[in-house]
């Protein structure tokens, strides 16, 4: 004979709330072994208590529930494995993210030394000859445009047989960064 547990009983065992047993049932991550069709009782077997560990272990890593559920869905041990390590590799990516902020943030605490003054100076440049394109660009089409740029000035330097004499850059308008949408 088949053991069941109420939703209650089954709460207690696996340290997860009601409400979230039900939301898990409704996305079908953890369906309950029965359902009574008269009074939507939900029942549960001993046997998917670890399965229920499995899936609060991952939301304590931050893993999201469609992430869980192609993990428990996997149909081998590789593609099972890929799927946690690309949440590892994701954690990394955030905790280097996390790290720079942490360093970024000391940094501004940390006053300039006294003995080290800013050096700001004005500089004036007599005039240079420039090889350049423009266009009003979206700012996330910038890089791949600004790529595309150079490309097409350094062929039509070398096909007039000009060399180039000083570095490539660019200069944006405010409104690239202000609107997202500006002149490049």
Known sequence: MLRYLSIGD???????TVKTLRHYHRIGLLEPAAVDPHTGYRRYTPEQIPTAQVIRRFRDLDMPLEEIQAVLTAPDLRTRNDRIGAHLKH????LGRTQRAVTSLRDLLTPPPADVPAC???RSIPATPAAAISEVVDAQDSVSWLQGALGELYATLTAQ???PDGHAGGIYADELFTDHRGQE
Do not use: K, P
């Open 10 to 16: 089954f709460s207690r065992a696996t340290h997860m």
């Open 91 to 94: 954690l990394e990516e955030e």
């Open 120 to 122: 700001i100076e004005l």
């Open 161 to 163: 047989n000009v060399s």
